[in-house]
């Protein structure tokens, strides 16, 4: 396959294994990132409290509508048929998440699994032979991405509040973000490509993320259009369709270590899922 310009050349793999050193980080900087995480948050439920007072940040059932439903929050603000909310639903779902998610999952916890795998492989020699490298940090990672987004019903909620939890929330992940990347550059010195940034290589990866998002986009949705219709109303299905994804962008990072191909693979999904939903919603 050839790309031109975007860095593929004829007759190369556009999956070829690019190795890098390990990554330098450990299981405290992991942990400090984590909790991090945790407390801004945490912060985001208490500032609306303080922001918006005690009876807007209460939970009621909206009139007219069933008092629980395991919709995605996006769906529910979308629902509003705002430009503004709509604006906030595209920068959150189709920017922040794709950024923040892969950063922590695929760079921050899946290379610190590689590294550590890494270690147990030099002292277990058998486990070299029975196990490929890949296999332990991808399905690791995978699993905890899909867990995260487990949803049941939930109460409906007065949709300032909602407003403000979702948008605050968007800003609280591009600060853990952001401290992720200073901490890890001033703790354990890493650089660019520890950190899955390789500007050379963009349009290349680019253009890989997008054949990989062509790739994967049926049986993903197949699989999630199947589950909802077989499963109960009371969970959601998201789980295991974004669990294969996982998998998928795991062995896109393993292979690449780099970030933007996940990044452009998710932010395709976020925003296909975000046309059908307006779709529809029509």
Known sequence: ?????????????????????????QAIDLLLVIAFYILAQSSVVSLAKVVLGPDVARQHAVSGASPSNSAHVVVRLMG???????????????????AVEEFMFRILLQGWLESVGRRWRRKMPTLRRMIPRAIGPIFLSSLLFASLHFRGKTPQLDMQYLIFLFAAGSMASMLTLAFAIVLLRWRVGATAVDLGWVPAKLLGDIGLGLVMFAVIVPPIYAIQYFLASTM???????????FFLALVLGFLCFRTHRIMPAIVVHAALNATSLMLSLAGGQ
């Open 80 to 98: 509003e048929k705002d430009p503004w909310i709509l604006m906030l639903c595209i920068i959150s779902a189709v920017i922040v998440a794709p």
């Open 1 to 25: 396959m050839e790309l031109g310009k975007a860095g593929v050349h004829k007759g190369q793999s556009i999956l070829s294994y690019q190795p890098r050193r390990p990554v330098p980080w």
């Open 232 to 242: 109960p109303e009371d969970l959601a299905p998201d789980p295991i369709p974004l």
